[in-house]
């Protein structure tokens, strides 16, 4: 099994910064890609940002140039930093974690509990 604990949301203002961290513990050789969904109040979840364990990386085009996903193998840590936060960033974000490279919904093996992001405009 793998435990995905997440960190740093929080409140922020429109145009603001916020970095989420995400630690992976358990049996973490199992894990490949490492990523991040969000799901905001009565719309489905979705993938942020995602990377793989050789650090090959994709975004949703709504964060492309404003989010920054990284990933540290030696820490089993991924983060993201959110910079230019706008009010519909606002939501619950996940980690997420495969066995393969890719963080596709059907293809996550792990979730964290998620943390909220509040966006004030």
């Known amino acids: 099994q793998v435990q995905l604990v997440e960190s740093g949301g929080g409140l922020v203002q429109a145009g603001g910064s916020l970095r989420l961290s995400c630690a992976a513990s358990?049996?973490?050789?199992?894990?490949?890609?490492m990523g991040w969904y969000r799901q905001a109040p009565g719309k489905q979840r979705e993938l942020v940002a995602g990377?793989?364990?050789?650090?090959?990386?994709n975004y949703a085009d709504s964060v492309k140039g404003r989010f920054t996903i990284s990933r540290d193998n030696a820490k089993s840590t991924v983060y993201l930093q959110m910079n230019s936060l706008k009010p519909e960033d606002t939501a619950v974000y996940y980690c997420?974690?495969?066995?393969?490279?890719?963080?596709?919904?059907?293809?996550?093996?792990?979730w964290g509990q998620g943390t909220q992001v509040t966006v004030s405009s």
């Open positions: 997420a974690s495969a066995t393969g490279p890719l963080l596709r919904p059907t293809l996550v093996a792990y």
């Open positions: 358990g049996s973490i050789f199992r894990i490949n890609a």
């Open positions: 990377i793989t364990r050789a650090g090959i990386t």
